[in-house]
């Protein structure tokens, strides 16, 4: 079973960055296209932005030019470079497999103050 454990959030003032991280247990990290998802209080789960095993990228286009993800297959490990932090990406951010997902982990919580 694969366990993701995400680490990296705090509160930090509009314009500033952080790094997250997600650590994946097991399983065939290498082969997978893996994202950043997040969910903002009262709203569902949107998804953020997602690399694949050639490490093509794709964002969604309300972090795009903002956020950088990457990944080091040796340490079965997803980033998420964050600049340019705004109020509105204030959320749980949580890292999962991209299309078909493993369980949740616990996420880590980004906020922004203005």
């Known amino acids: 079973q694969v366990q993701l454990v995400e680490s990296g959030g705090g509160l930090v003032q509009a314009g500033g960055s952080l790094r997250l991280s997600c650590a994946a247990s097991?399983?065939?990290?290498?082969?997978?296209?893996m994202g950043w998802y997040r969910q903002a209080p009262g709203k569902q789960r949107e998804w953020v932005a997602r690399?694949?095993?050639?490490?093509?990228?794709n964002y969604a286009d309300s972090v795009l030019g903002r956020f950088t993800i990457s990944r080091d297959n040796a340490k079965n490990t997803v980033y998420l470079q964050m600049n340019s932090l705004k109020p509105e990406d204030t959320a749980v951010y949580y890292c999962?497999?991209?299309?078909?997902?493993?369980?949740w982990g616990q996420g880590t919580q980004v906020t922004v103050s203005s």
């Open positions: 999962n497999r991209w299309p078909t997902t493993y369980p």
């Open positions: 097991g399983s065939t990290f290498s082969s997978n296209t």
């Open positions: 690399i694949y095993s050639s490490s093509r990228t």
